[in-house]
């Protein structure tokens, strides 16, 4: 089984930054994708961004100009560099990682990290 921490989290001032990091361990094999989530309370959980172990990224619109995504295959931990934030990237995020499973990709989730925007 794969499990997942992240840390890197807290206060920060709107326009600041933060990096997350999620370390994952217990994979037999190279996790094909790994990314983040965030979800406040009441709201479905949203795509931040993700990455292939190929390189391909995907990004939400109203982050991607602002975010960064990269990951170590030989540390097994995926990063998020968030730049410029604002009120509205305050959440709770999640790191995720899909696997194969029996039909389909199976994903697995960290405890998620919150990140707060205010002054």
């Known amino acids: 089984q794969v499990q997942l921490v992240e840390s890197g989290g807290g206060l920060v001032q709107p326009g600041g930054s933060l990096r997350l990091s999620c370390a994952a361990s217990g994979s037999r094999v190279t996790i094909p994708r790994m990314g983040w989530y965030r979800q406040v309370p009441g709201n479905q959980r949203e795509l931040v961004a993700t990455?292939?172990?190929?390189?391909?990224?995907n990004y939400l619109d109203s982050v991607k100009d602002r975010v960064s995504i990269s990951r170590d295959n030989a540390k097994n931990t995926v990063y998020l560099q968030m730049n410029s934030l604002k009120p509205e990237d305050t959440a709770v995020y999640y790191c995720?990682?899909?696997?194969?499973?029996?039909?389909?990709?199976?994903?697995?989730w960290g405890q998620g990290t919150q990140v707060t925007v205010s002054s």
């Open positions: 995720n990682a899909a696997t194969w499973g029996i039909a389909s990709l199976r994903d697995y």
């Open positions: 990455m292939t172990k190929d390189g391909t990224t």
